[in-house]
Structure formats: C-alpha cells, structure tokens
C-alpha cells in the first residue's frame, strides 16, 4: 500500500505548471455566466494565467479573458481562493504567438 502524503506529492507535482510565469499587472474583462467583470491580470504563462478582483467563479469554470485590445483567450478555472482565480487555458499559447508578445509588451510597461 502507499504512503498518502507520498501520492498526494506525486499528483501535486503532476498538477504543478510546467511553464515559466511572467508578472503583470493588466486590466481584463472575465466573461463567465454570461456576465462580465473587470479584473486584473497578476500573472501569466503559455498555459494559463493568475486573475485578481473574480467574483462568483468556481473552479471547473468555463471562461473567456478578454485584453481590453480585444484578444481574447478561453480557458477554465482551475483554482479560486476568495477573489483570486487561477485560469488554465482550453489551448496552451505558443512561444510565438502574437497574445504572448502583447502580454508580455503590455507587462513590461506595468
């Protein structure tokens, strides 16, 4: 039989992001329930990103955060503790992708 604490580190590793985070500080629209609100990007990475200022999202959300540049990038919730949501994207984004270079431009200004 295993150890638990050895199995649950084993699927915390699993669960863990693979791709490096980048800081930001980006104002965004979360559409989810079909209603809006304003949050604040705090971090993001090629396969998701952190939101700050969420209300009434749970986890297994289906989202969309729109850039207020009109990009839009889909994804669910994969965390929520209080106003904070972690957001996996439904596609991870590629290196190349122009979203990244906007993030990380727009980033770079904060």
């Not at 699927?11 to 604040?40: K, M, N, P, W």
């Not at 009434?56 to 990038?73: D, F």
Request: aromatic share 6%; glycine share 8%.
């Amino acid at each position: 039989m295993r150890n638990p604490s050895t199995a649950s580190n084993q699927v915390r590793q699993l669960v863990r992001r693979r791709d490096e985070r980048r800081a930001a500080s980006i104002t965004a629209l979360v559409y989810c329930h079909g209603r809006f609100q304003t949050a604040r990007i705090v971090d993001f990475s090629l396969g998701g990103l952190q939101l700050d200022g969420c209300f009434g999202v749970a986890v297994a959300n289906r989202l969309a955060v729109e850039l207020l540049s009109g990009q839009r990038l889909e994804g669910k919730a994969a965390w929520a503790v209080a106003s904070r949501i972690g957001v996996q994207f439904c596609q991870p984004l590629a290196p190349d992708d122009p979203i990244v270079a906007l993030l990380s431009q727009i980033a770079s200004r904060t």
